[in-house]
């Protein structure tokens, strides 16, 4: 016999409560004086026996209803054998590990694996255990294919031979978009019937869950009901970390740029239990005597910091003090910056405002790896400067030429020939136009469509840009609603080109056997075009209708002047961003990557993924990229995202619509089983019923005869002799 409900069966020592009042003496409680008793001494009454029970009977029968009314409500069962054995249907579980590099930390990986560990030692042999690793990226390295497995041991052991090789990387946190993609493979294994037996499915979660792992991108996920999360997070046994990230710093176009001018940003986190700090230069394996830095950074706070002079030996940062030494190190790439020359065709004019050159001497051109110098060139001068430059002994690279027309049958063909070879031709309309015949032929010979024609347009009070391409590389950065509006830009004169009988002007596909396209990248708010673009060969080809000075627009004097002309000079984005510094998992552009090789510091060749875009190097440090006769150092740095360790709570989950949960162990689903069972067996059996019915039976016939007993004793006078207080 086994009791649903042990705990009650304690009532049964109220049992003790009949006994002690039975066992209670009862003592005269009224005095009466008598004067003739003053003289005498009191003396207590004398005891001739001690205290007894009295009424076994009655005593016998309120302590038997007491212990089958406690009897009853314990619930008692008859014991089968066959509860002993449980045979329980396999589940399905999916183990999902954060490979991030926050994880690199040694207290945390050896807790995760030690909780994977646990997870499989609690399963039954029947259980069918899938395995996922995630970082930015998910990857699967057990899938959970019930159709090809006949022995789900088996494949435990897998997963355990997996868990054991497994070890972190170095990219960033993803953990909500791992989670949505398991839950999406096991909800469509699920409809399609390959779970077998019950389709619910369970996935553990096994991360450090920082503040940065990117769990908001679970917001608004229909997390499926029949998915139930368990969420088990491994700490560092030291929290807190801090960061060093060296601040972009703005090109001014010098030949040397300027080392004193960096600036280092040093954050630490909110629950760092330090804040001394200290940064030096490190050179090959030692660190430079002499070339370090101490600061003070309260939890918390960030710290913006010049950076300590760089000695010239020296290749990299690092900060120590803090909990984790993994993101401690910043590695400073040396930039080769290329020095290229951009040339403005022209006369000069009286006022210098109404130069071209002018506004575009003033405007920050050059980046961290292109140093662009603007050269004023007289048009008598243009076809010798161009020859030489093509030449292979010319020093600089001539990148760019700005022009206005008229033209020159030879000039339009040296400019057209330039472009093809990857140089960016631009020609401005700035002026209105003295003579029309001749600046027409210009353009129909140096963009090579006969049909061209070119007018004066007539504005009554001023233009406005409108029909923006905001596909195109040029207004790509405006493509945010935020930055969009060009109603400031005014223009005040312009020319109207028609392109006659050539192809569509928004048709951006050439073919390689027929006739380059112009593309209509900007249009005026009357229809004419503003900025017209003509690939040619390895370069392009430019034409505006309007100048930027202030009698032509309000152009040259608007903040999108320069990111327009930025696009305008490399439409790729190639020189716009440093291409030094990159993130571990971020995709390094390059033409082929088959033909790229990849060393580090050291010089050895490194293995680099491949994909369609460039080539990922997947671990931090100073790498050398060699793409042809052209080489560039570049950085690869801990994702920031990895740095930021602060533990978030784990019902953030419950805020997303997650129900959380634990994989119970094989031993605890056992006894949940049996225990279902035995709540069914009593359920069935009801004994508590016959027992109550049994105690308050009892009750009854313990009234019945107490009230006898109190009858028969009242009417019999009292044999005890009376004492006297």
Not at 5 to 12: I, K, T
Not at 58 to 79: S, T, V, W
Not at 182 to 192: E, F, M
Not at 594 to 604: I, K, N, P, R
Request: hydrophobic share 45%; proline share 6%; glycine share 6%.
């Amino acid at each position: 016999m086994g009791l649903l409900a042990p705990l009650y069966a304690l009532a049964a020592l109220a049992i003790v409560g009949p006994i002690i009042f039975h066992l209670i003496k009862r003592q005269p409680q009224g005095q009466q004086p008598f004067s003739s008793l003053m003289f005498l001494s009191p003396s207590p009454p004398r005891l001739t026996r001690r205290s007894r029970l009295d009424n076994i009977l009655l005593l016998i029968l309120r302590a038997l209803a007491i212990g089958l009314i406690a009897f009853a409500f314990a619930r008692p069962f008859f014991r089968q054998e066959s509860f002993l054995n449980q045979n329980l249907e396999g589940r399905n579980i999916a183990l999902l590990i954060d490979t991030s590099a926050s994880m690199q930390r040694t207290d945390v990986w050896s807790a995760a694996k030690a909780q994977a560990d646990k997870l499989l030692d609690s399963l039954s042999p029947a259980d069918r255990v899938a395995l996922y690793a995630v970082s930015d990226q998910l990857l699967t390295l057990v899938p959970l294919d019930t159709e090809n497995v006949a022995d789900p041991a088996s494949q435990q052991q897998a997963v355990r031979a997996a868990v054991a090789e497994m070890k972190p990387g170095w990219r960033g946190s993803q953990v909500a978009n791992g989670l949505k993609s398991v839950a999406d493979q096991l909800q469509a294994a699920a409809i399609a019937g390959k779970l077998g037996g019950d389709a619910s499915a369970e996935l553990v979660l096994i991360s450090d869950l920082h503040v940065n792992c990117g769990v908001e991108a679970l917001q608004g996920y229909p997390w499926p009901e029949s998915i139930r999360l368990d969420v088990r997070q491994v700490r560092a046994a030291l929290p807190g970390n801090a960061r060093a990230s060296l601040m972009a710093t703005d090109a001014d176009g010098s030949d040397e740029e300027d080392k004193s001018a960096m600036k280092l940003r040093v954050e630490n986190n909110s629950d760092s239990l330090t804040q001394a700090l200290e940064l030096k230069w490190v050179a090959g394996a030692t660190a430079v005597p002499g070339a370090a830095t101490t600061l003070q950074v309260p939890p918390g706070q960030v710290r913006v910091i010049p950076a300590p002079a760089q000695p010239a030996n020296a290749n990299r940062l690092e900060l120590t003090g803090d909990s984790w030494s993994g993101d401690n190190t910043l590695y400073v790439a040396e930039p080769v910056r290329t020095r290229e020359r951009i040339l403005c065709v022209g006369v000069s004019t009286s006022r210098k405002e109404d130069d071209l050159a002018y506004f575009i001497e003033k405007a920050p051109l050059s980046t961290a790896v292109v140093n662009r110098a603007i050269e004023r060139l007289p048009l008598s001068e243009l076809g010798t400067t161009l020859s030489a430059a093509a030449s292979p002994a010319a020093v600089e690279v001539l990148r760019a030429v700005i022009v206005e027309p008229p033209l020159s049958a030879t000039d339009a063909q040296a400019l057209r020939t330039f472009a093809g070879d990857g140089g960016c031709v631009i020609v401005c309309l700035a002026k209105p136009l003295a003579d029309n015949t001749a600046v027409q032929t210009s353009l129909q010979a140096l963009f090579g469509t006969p049909q061209m024609q070119v007018t004066e347009a007539r504005t009554k009070d001023f233009a406005l840009l409108s029909d923006i391409d905001f596909l195109h590389p040029v207004f790509s950065p405006f493509a945010d609603p935020r930055f969009n509006d060009f109603s400031k830009i005014r223009f005040w004169s312009h020319r109207r080109v028609a392109l006659g009988s050539l192809k569509a002007a928004e048709d951006s596909t050439i073919a390689a056997n027929e006739s380059p396209s112009i593309r209509r990248v900007a249009s005026l708010d009357d229809g004419s075009p503003w900025l017209l673009h003509q690939p040619l060969g390895a370069g392009n080809l430019w034409l505006m209708t309007s100048g930027w000075q202030p009698t032509a627009s309000q152009l040259g004097l608007s903040s999108k002047f320069v990111p327009i002309l930025l696009g305008i000079l490399d439409p790729t984005g190639k020189s716009l961003s440093a291409q030094l510094v990159y993130a571990v998992g971020d995709v390094i552009p390059v033409s082929d990557p088959s033909t790229v090789q990849v060393s580090d510091a050291a010089g050895l060749i490194v293995e680099v993924e491949s994909t369609s875009d460039g080539l990922q190097i997947e671990a931090p440090g100073l790498y050398t990229v060699r793409e042809g006769q052209a080489s560039k150092q570049i950085a690869v740095q801990v994702p920031t995202s990895e740095s930021q360790l602060t533990p978030l709570d784990v019902d953030v989950f419950e805020q997303f619509g997650i129900e959380l949960g634990k994989v119970k162990s094989n031993a605890e689903r056992i006894q949940s089983a049996r225990q279902l069972q035995v709540t069914e067996l009593e359920r069935q059996q009801r004994i508590w019923q016959w027992l109550l019915l049994a105690g308050l039976g009892v009750l009854a016939i313990e009234t019945i005869l107490a009230g006898w007993l109190t009858r028969r004793t009242a009417g019999i006078p009292s044999a005890q002799p009376q004492t006297v207080g």
